[in-house]
Structures are given as C-alpha cells and as structure tokens.
C-alpha cells in the first residue's frame, strides 16, 4: 500500500520502555507504524506469506523499534542460540539505518526469534544485496538491546539502540531506513519501503525519515584496558610486550563530536577468539584469503571499499605493537584513517614478485592508509585512497595513491573507475611509478542484472597493504544475470548466467588467461537452493599454455529447525601448479557443511573438503580437511565451544576449547586452550617437526565511559 514519504520518528518525552519483546507501555500508543511489506526474494513484488509491522519511536537517548512478524506456520521457525553475527540462516527481522541520509553506507540491526543479534554495515557500490552474507556486508559490533518472545502467532522482537552507539550529526533531522524481514524455511526476503530490482543497490532505496532533532552530547571518552594471560609449551610468548605470558593491553575511543571518532590502541591482544578455518591450500595458484575478524580492523572498514577489490587488506597487518584509527563523517564528506606499528609484516602477494618472509624476517612496518569518499548529488561520489608501507630498517618501502568515482546514469545504470599508481622500492624492485585502473559499469532490471568491467595492472604495480595478486593484465569481462518467476509454486525463481567470464592479456599483447562460467539456478518454494556451473578455462603458466574444462554443483538449505545443509562439489580438468614440472590433470572436490541444532542451546557443525587430483595413472594428491564444532549455550553472552581440526594434506590435528562470557562489546572474559600436532609429509614437512603443541590462555576486558 502507499506510504507517505517523508515520514515523522516521534520522539517521546520520559518514555518507560521494558526491552522485553512486548509493545505494551504507554509510549509505544505514540509510536509510528509501518505495514504493508512487499517481497523482494525470491520473487519481487508479492504480499508475503506473514504480515509484519514495525513500531518505531525514539527519546534524546535511543531509538526504540518493535518487530511483530507473524506466521501461518509458526511452527516452522527456524531459530536457535549462538554468538553475535553467527545465525545468518535463521528467521529474521531487522533494519537499516543511514544516519547521514547521503544514501552512502548504512548501519544494520537484526535479530532472531531468540534476539540473537548479527549487526554490520552495508556501503554504497557494494550494496547489490541485503543479506548478511554476500555484496558490502562488513561486520561491525555495536552496543545496543534485543529481545524476542516467541508468540502463538510467530514472535516478536524489540530493539533499543543508543544513539551514542552510531555516528550521527549532532543535529540530527533526517535520517534515512528500510525495515526487512526473512523467512528461514522459505527464502523469502519482504521490506518496507518495497525494494525495484530495476533500481541499482539497496540505499538509495531507503526512505527519509524525520530525525529526533538536537541530541545531547555523549561521553567523549571511553577506555577499554585487557589483559591476557598465555602460557604454551615454548614457555612465555613473546610476541607482545609483557612479562611471563602476562601481557597488558589499552583501546581509548575518543569521539569529541558525534560526527568524529579516534580510535587507538597500545600492546592489544589481537589473537582471534577463533582459528581460521581450514582451507585447501595443496595446489594452488595464488595465496588464500582470509576473512577479518578483529574488532579494531572491522570498525569503520567498510569506508575502504573500492572498485579496485581487496585494495585494502588488513590481514597483512599481523601483530600491531599499536594503532590508530580516525573515521569522520561530516555531511557529504567521510573520511577514514588507519595507521599501524606491525612487528611482523607479511609478505607480499603479487605474483610479479615483492617481499618474501625473508625479506621481512626480524623487521617492523610502518603501514598507513587513508580514504575520502565525497557523495554528491544524487547517486554520485568521488573518492581518494592513500596507502604507505615502510619497513623499518631498511630500504623496502611503499606508496600507492588513486582518484576513484561513481557516476549514475538514472536509477538502473552506474558507472564506476578508478585510477591508481604505486611505487615499491626495495627486494629488485626499482620504485618506478606503476600505474592500475578499473572501468565499470552495471545495469538493473527486474530479470536481469548485468555488470561490464575493463580493469588494467601494470607489471610493476602494487598493493603491499592489499590483496592484488595479480600483475602485468588488461582485462575484460562481463557477467549477466538472467531471472525468471514461474508461475509453479514449487519453484518461484529460476537465474541463469549465460555470459560470465574474462579475457586477459599481457600488457606486450600475449592472451595470459580466458575463463567462461556459464551456468543455472533455483530457489524452491521450500528454501532450498541449486546451481550448475561449467567452467572453461586456459591459461599460461611457467611458459606454457594450459586448456582446461570442469563443472560444479552446489546447493543446500535449512530443511528443519535443527537441520541445515549445504554441499559443492565440482569435477574435471584441472593445472598442475608445479613450476618444476606443470601439467594437467583430473580434478575432484566436494566440500559439505552441516548444521545439526536438535535444541536451540546446542548446536554441531561438522565440515570437510575433500580434493583428489590424477594423471593418467598416477595420483598427484588426495586428501580432507575436517572440522568439527561442537557449541554449548547458556544464554547467547555465556558460551563454551569446542573445535576439532584435521588436515590429512598435511597429517595435522588439533583441538581448541573457549568458555566465554561476552556482555556486550568490548566487555568479556575468555578461557581457553589449544593442543595439535603437524606431524607433515614427504611434500609438506612438519615446521615443529612433529611435536605436539599446546596453548592456554585467559583474556579479560571492560570498557569504562568517561
């Protein structure tokens, strides 16, 4: 139905308002209210199967939302306990929030039917999608409330954000929102306002709405000391300062206006709650990448974003002695700033050489980077990125600097480029400007999606605070995305990608690589979700060229309450990365992930992937890595999980224990521990030649306000 825009946000005067789930206090009578969601997935432009409606006032302190979602099926719900930002698969309610009303990067609030919370970001340009799992989702932990009731008719959730948990003008008098819902056993994803597939990205959709007007100034300051305690097999670790494993830690935030926000942090215990997963690394061409999961690196990551993907790579920054970040948002105008003292540097990642381990070996960097994003007008933005690596002690140094722009050409087409150059000094390189550049372009329709890229890569360019593997290209590519809508129940969207694929030259004309990825797709009515891929490649390696054709399938869905699935498995020809004596070969993976919650306080997650390659006769390597992760709940803040590791590739195992106490952001308790052992192989010998390791640890933080 027609909602007038803009819209008022009350803000109600002495408000006695109980998180708990229920709109029944006097405030809420005052509250605006918001119905009429409309399908955006599957497919576009229906009533959903649920009604939902929002309630949404604020006072000079939060901003109040209340979720009634009802459902036909309640007893079809999928929910279940977990930590923060862990149950992306879950029924859903939440909102966006854009504070600046620029339309260029959003905050995101959601909970399940348990009030889980998952919260991030979403920013402009990498905002195709609104699922906390895919396009310019970035993770960001806010402090703020939910809570949730499961009802006869569905549940309910209740939010209280604190203004001072979200950069905002102090004058607060128009901010913009979207509310949205998703149904686990279904896939279908409703909001209020209605989304166009026909319009490029999800904020520039949002609706205005009347702001609460001048808020009173939060505290300026706040302090988080920790301290963390680790002892190993090796005795004390060295690698922060302390004394016998003891080692003391401080993150000041200072926020002298709403709109500015430094953030530093001195000896910080930058260990993850978590070990990386896994991953297959037999066989492969480039360096793996791996997700950011550290809380000083996430807060305000998402203003990095950049049409040159992976420019800013903060995993290269391994363990600070400190840093400092600045993130200001002014009007049109944002600006971040991220500044590190790293004692133990990674190498670089450009297959057109740069600094190797040796290189770095014993050494510190000094690693800067800056970026402006300016939106102007409608849809428009320029922006300015900065980045600088020096290592201390020696002549290797750094510096990369580029322009970059969006222009809309209306609501269903944008373009996007770049112009970049670096200069890197130091390990055989001769620190001459080498220049980069991205041109692209997308479309939007309601059955179709398409997306036109020329990029360029001089030989001699870098991103030694990125990860931009790739040198010494000219590239074209393009991907189209087609959709259709049956009018069959069982199946209510069919995608197909006919053309998606890249043509790649040399920068003296030689064609380096081509690749074509053709493929199908559908959601059924019941949530589940299947692709076919096929793949036809060629490429030139240590001299010689390589033609090779494979084919993929994956799907899975939450087909229970306590049951999800999801499986890829792929097979066909396949490169021997081997630069002694390359090849091809026949290549087999399969990679399973499950979720078995036989109770919302319990839950295990076993994973494997598994990956053979022959030739001829003869088996090159087969093998698994497994994960297996076994979570107890008490409340979604005081949790223990236990993970067991092994990785045939390299004959290791582990497994690491973690007791948790997480109140909210900031402020936590940790006990834990880890044992393993990589015993290694012919082809990957054991760097602790095969003795068991072993680890414990005990961590605590607070946060002060002041």
């Not at 920013?123 to 999608?129: F, K, M």
């Not at 026949?586 to 919650?597: I, T, V």
Request: charged letters at 20%; hydrophobic letters at 40%; aromatic letters at 10%.
């Amino acid at each position: 139905m027609p909602i007038p825009i803009p819209m008022d946000m009350p803000k109600v005067v002495n408000a006695e308002v109980v998180i708990d789930g229920r709109a029944d206090e006097a405030a809420w009578s005052q509250a605006t209210e918001m119905t009429g969601f409309i399908t955006h997935r599957p497919k576009p432009g229906l009533t959903p199967v649920g009604d939902t409606r929002v309630l949404l006032m604020c006072t000079d302190e939060a901003l109040y939302v209340h979720f009634q979602a009802n459902d036909p099926n309640a007893g079809g719900l999928r929910y279940g306990l977990g930590r923060r930002d862990s149950r992306r698969s879950d029924d859903q309610v939440g909102m966006l929030l854009d504070p600046l009303g620029t339309g260029e990067r959003a905050v995101l609030f959601i909970a399940n039917p348990l009030g889980v919370q998952l919260d991030g970001t979403l920013v402009r340009g990498e905002d195709s999608e609104l699922v906390p799992w895919r396009g310019g989702w970035s993770s960001w932990d806010a402090r703020w409330t939910s809570t949730a009731v499961i009802t006869k008719d569905g549940y309910a959730v209740e939010f209280e954000i604190p203004w001072s948990s979200i950069r905002h003008p102090e004058q607060l008098d128009q901010v913009k929102m979207l509310f949205f819902r998703r149904s686990a056993s279904s896939r279908e994803m409703s909001t209020w306002p209605a989304l166009d597939p026909a319009k490029q990205g999800v904020l520039t959709q949002a609706v205005h709405m009347g702001g609460p007007g001048l808020l009173p100034k939060n505290k300026a300051l706040s302090v988080q000391p920790e301290l963390t305690v680790t002892h190993s097999d090796q005795g004390a670790t060295d690698d922060r300062l302390g004394i016998a494993g003891v080692a003391p830690g401080l993150t000041m935030k200072y926020a002298p206006t709403p709109e500015l926000q430094v953030l530093a942090t001195f000896n910080p215990d930058f260990s993850q709650v978590e070990s990386d997963e896994t991953k297959i690394d037999v066989n492969q061409r480039y360096t793996l990448r791996y997700e950011e999961k550290r809380p000083f690196f996430l807060e305000g990551q998402e203003w990095f974003s950049h049409p040159m993907n992976d420019l800013t790579y903060t995993r290269t920054m391994v363990t600070p002695l400190y840093g400092l970040r600045a993130t200001s948002e002014n009007g049109p105008v944002a600006m971040a700033v991220v500044h590190v003292l790293d004692r133990q540097p990674s190498a670089s990642v450009s297959e057109g050489g740069g600094w190797t381990s040796d290189d770095l070996e014993g050494r510190s960097a000094m690693t800067t980077v800056a970026r402006l994003r300016w939106s102007i007008a409608k849809d428009n933005m320029v922006g300015l990125i900065v980045s600088d690596r020096n290592i201390l002690g020696s002549d290797m140094s750094h510096h990369l600097i580029g322009i970059d722009g969006r222009y809309a050409l209306g609501d269903a087409i944008n373009i996007e480029a770049t112009i970049l150059g670096s200069t890197t000094r130091g390990a055989d390189q001769d620190e001459v400007f080498s220049p980069a550049s991205v041109l692209r372009a997308k479309a939007s329709a309601r059955h179709i999606k398409t997306m036109v890229e020329a990029k360029y890569i001089s030989a001699g360019f870098r991103a030694e605070n990125g990860f931009v593997p790739i040198s010494d290209a000219i590239a074209l590519g393009n991907e189209t995305e087609l959709f259709v809508f049956p009018n069959w129940k069982p199946i209510p969207r069919i995608f197909m990608t006919p053309t998606r694929g890249t043509l790649t030259w040399q920068q003296d004309g030689a064609l380096r690589d081509y690749q074509y990825r053709p493929g199908v797709g559908f959601w059924t009515k019941g949530g589940a979700l299947l692709m076919v891929d096929a793949d036809v490649k060629g490429e030139s390696f240590a001299d010689q060229w390589f033609d090779t054709v494979s084919g993929s399938v994956m799907g899975g869905g939450t087909w229970t309450q306590w049951l999800r699935t999801w499986v890829r498995a792929g097979a066909g020809e396949g490169v021997l990365y081997d630069l002694e004596n390359p090849g091809t070969g026949f290549k087999q993976q399969l990679y399973l992930d499950l979720s078995l919650q036989p109770f919302p306080m319990l839950r295990f997650g076993p994973s494997i992937g598994w990956e053979r390659f022959s030739q001829g006769d003869r088996l090159v390597h087969e093998g698994e890595v497994l994960r297996v992760k076994l979570e107890i709940f008490a409340t979604p803040t005081l949790w223990n999980r236990w993970i067991y590791d092994n990785n045939s590739f390299q004959d290791s195992e582990s497994i690491e224990s973690l007791l948790a106490w997480e109140h909210t952001p900031g402020r936590a308790v940790y006990l834990g521990g880890r044992t393993g052992v990589n015993r290694g192989t012919k082809d990957l010998p054991s760097p602790t030649k095969g003795e068991r390791e072993w680890t414990l640890f005990a961590k605590m933080s607070w946060v002060f306000d002041g």
